[in-house]
């Protein structure tokens, strides 16, 4: 009896670290509407870190269930999806009118057909298909912080933050291949090569952060349409040899 109560109660642990998540989501909007576009961005990437968490625990001490799959995609939506999409649309794309609104809405609405075809479809675990919607969500709050370090006014690029919520939408619903981190694991044994460069990146992250963010999610939303060209390209070869 104790066993299985003990069992029942690690349930509990991933599906905290989702309600983690969710609050995240909720305050980054908040704070939105207070026009602290800063807090907002930093809660989304915090809850980026909670959502990473919650499924290695679950795997890490065998409590996945469905309730936790369902529930973890429910505070995805908020938290990457509706959160990012109103950061963006009061940060810059409110002065651009109805294309402004709509931009940030087509984000949410591809954001919530990319997780309901992550729940639907077996993954490998290698590769995503499509821009996961955390990463997504990522692109656009480092934009904003990116700016805030620069001390840049986004108003004079309205335009191009309104095409890349395009942009993004579009990945998300694609078919283009992302590598996946769900494999990573900071526990394993590695290569002293490979230890350098883990100090070197946090380095560079602990000296710029805001700029160090900005560059990792953009080269890992343009990685998918590459690779996605390099996949067809050597499919292409081996079929021909």
Same mark, same amino acid.
């Given at each position: 009896m104790q066993k299985q109560n003990f069992k029942k109660s690690i349930y509990i642990l991933p599906n905290l670290f989702t309600s983690m998540n969710l609050f995240?989501?909720?305050?980054?909007?908040?704070?939105?509407?207070?026009?602290?576009?800063?807090?907002?961005?930093?809660?989304?990437l915090i809850g980026a870190v909670f959502d990473l968490l919650d499924g290695k625990i679950a795997r890490a001490t065998n409590t996945t269930s469905k309730f936790g799959v369902e529930y973890d995609s429910l505070a995805d939506l908020i938290t990457f999806g509706l959160a990012p999409a109103?950061?963006?649309?009061?940060?810059?794309? /409110?002065?651009?009118?109805?294309?402004?609104?709509?931009?940030?809405?087509?984000?949410?609405?591809?954001?919530?057909l990319r997780l309901a075809r992550f729940n639907t479809s077996k993954s490998s675990g290698i590769d995503f298909e499509g821009l996961p919607i955390p990463a997504a969500a990522a692109m656009n709050v480092s934009a904003v912080l990116f700016f805030y370090r620069l001390q840049i006014s986004p108003e004079s690029f309205k335009l191009i933050f309104m095409i890349l919520m395009f942009v993004l939408s579009f990945c998300m619903v694609s078919s283009f291949r992302y590598k996946s981190l769900k494999k990573v694991s900071f526990f394993k044994s590695m290569k002293f090569n490979k230890l350098v460069m883990l100090v070197l990146v946090f380095v560079a992250f602990a000296? /710029?952060?805001?700029?160090?963010?900005?560059?990792?999610?953009?080269?890992?939303?343009?990685?998918?349409?590459?690779?996605?060209?390099?996949?067809?390209?050597?499919s292409k070869i081996e079929k021909a040899i």
């Open positions: 995240c989501g909720y305050y980054s909007i908040t704070a939105t509407i207070q026009l602290k576009f800063v807090d907002a961005a930093v809660a989304i109103l950061l963006m649309f009061l940060w810059v794309l /409110e002065s651009i009118g109805r294309p402004g609104w709509s931009a940030a809405l087509l984000f949410t609405i591809c954001g919530a000296t /710029e952060p805001y700029i160090f963010l900005f560059v990792v999610f953009s080269v890992y939303v343009v990685s998918g349409p590459i690779l996605s060209l390099l996949y067809h390209h050597t």
